[in-house]
């Protein structure tokens, strides 16, 4: 059925992002800044699609024009057959809640989380193994698994400029240590599997995705508040900003804003340049989706088994004072 409209109560809080070299804006820059991002750039509320089971990541597919939601359906690192994926309609109509589901038509899934989708392939993170689905029928094309590469808890996916697949390990609960998390494994031609990176200073990372305009990966810490940017090949992410606690799903819109999820705060941020504005009142918000052609956040709730839909409107970035 379409979605209802949320009951969800925010609180829009408006701050100034730390800035990296410690600059500041003037203060009445900032003020004006602010209330202009509070009227006119707060995302707002368009509906929720309930009835999943313990959504972990949205993505939208612009080809199909449909929003794919994966369900882990049970904890999130045991492996029971029990996960599933959801197909739903831009206008928030469940199409097919188990439009791919563990032990039916051959496919497997324990708890899926981070989606990609390349060309008419859906990509799912599946605790240490990588599925990929046809997007269009669902039926199942392969299994990488990356447990020989010390995959533990796989969490965001994104696809790279040059088609592959960079998949990021959180560890076992967002705690990496010295033998388990703190990679980002790549998936090229072939499928062949290979460690990107493998460093402490990613910090359990959750959220993935691509910087076209900087040439990098952006990429947020399930264990840390740093906002990280790898570029493949560097030995290294370098910081280039702070969030919060538990982030989980990262996106980068057309016009530059960074939108970052946080569980531990409850909340959505967006940011450009030196200006953060966030959304608060989402109880566990994970990995969103950004409908392209709607300009819609599809963000799911995991412990309320929802996917809510909030709109972005159209943003001007301020004038540099």
């Known amino acids: 059925m379409p979605f209802a409209r949320?009951?969800?109560?925010?609180?829009?809080?408006?701050?100034?992002?730390?800035?990296?070299?410690?600059?500041?804006?003037?203060?009445?820059?900032?003020?004006?800044?602010?209330?202009?991002?509070?009227?006119?750039?707060?995302?707002?509320?368009?509906?929720t699609a309930a009835g999943f089971r313990e959504p972990a990541s949205a993505r939208y597919d612009p080809a199909l024009d449909v929003v794919f939601v994966s369900n882990v359906d049970g904890a999130p690192g045991a492996k029971d057959g029990n996960g599933f994926i959801s197909r739903v309609?831009?206008?928030?109509?469940?199409?097919?809640?188990?439009?791919?589901?563990?032990?039916?038509?051959?496919?497997?899934?324990?708890?899926?989380?981070?989606?990609?989708?390349?060309?008419d392939t859906l990509?799912?993170?599946?605790?240490?193994?990588?599925?990929?689905?046809?997007?269009?029928?669902?039926?199942?094309?392969?299994?990488?698994?990356?447990?020989?590469?010390?995959?533990?808890?796989?969490?965001?996916?994104?696809?790279?400029?040059?088609?592959?697949?960079?998949?990021?390990?959180?560890?076992?609960?967002g705690r990496s240590d010295a033998a388990h998390g703190n990679r980002i494994f790549r998936i090229g031609a072939g499928r062949r599997a290979s460690v990107a990176v493998h460093s402490d200073s990613l910090g359990a990372p959750s959220g993935i995705t691509w910087d076209a305009r900087g040439n990098r990966f952006i990429i947020v810490q399930w264990g840390g508040a740093r906002i990280l940017a790898w570029r493949p090949g560097d030995a290294q992410p370098r910081t280039i900003g702070f969030g919060a606690k538990q982030m989980d799903g990262v996106q980068l819109l057309a016009d530059g804003r960074l939108i970052v999820s946080s569980r531990a705060e409850h909340a959505i941020m967006i940011r450009f340049a030196a200006e953060e504005y966030t959304v608060k009142g989402f109880s566990?918000?994970?990995?969103?989706?950004?409908?392209?052609?709607?300009?819609?956040?599809?963000?799911?709730?995991?412990?309320?088994?929802?996917?809510?839909?909030?709109?972005?409107?159209?943003?001007?970035?301020?004038a540099t004072p």
Request: aromatic share 6%.
């Open 6 to 47: 949320p009951t969800l109560l925010f609180v829009l809080a408006i701050a100034a992002c730390r800035v990296e070299d410690g600059r500041r804006l003037a203060a009445d820059s900032v003020a004006a800044v602010r209330k202009a991002n509070t009227i006119a750039n707060a995302p707002k509320p368009a509906g």
């Open 89 to 119: 309609r831009p206008d928030g109509t469940v199409d097919s809640l188990r439009f791919i589901a563990g032990g039916r038509g051959g496919a497997k899934l324990d708890a899926p989380k981070g989606l990609a989708i390349t060309g």
């Open 123 to 173: 990509w799912a993170a599946d605790i240490d193994a990588v599925r990929a689905f046809d997007a269009r029928t669902g039926a199942p094309l392969a299994t990488v698994d990356l447990k020989p590469l010390g995959a533990a808890f796989l969490s965001g996916t994104a696809v790279g400029p040059d088609g592959a697949l960079y998949v990021t390990d959180a560890g076992p609960g």
């Open 284 to 318: 566990a918000p994970g990995d969103f989706g950004v409908d392209t052609r709607r300009q819609r956040l599809a963000i799911p709730i995991a412990d309320k088994n929802t996917v809510e839909f909030w709109d972005i409107p159209p943003f001007t970035p301020p």
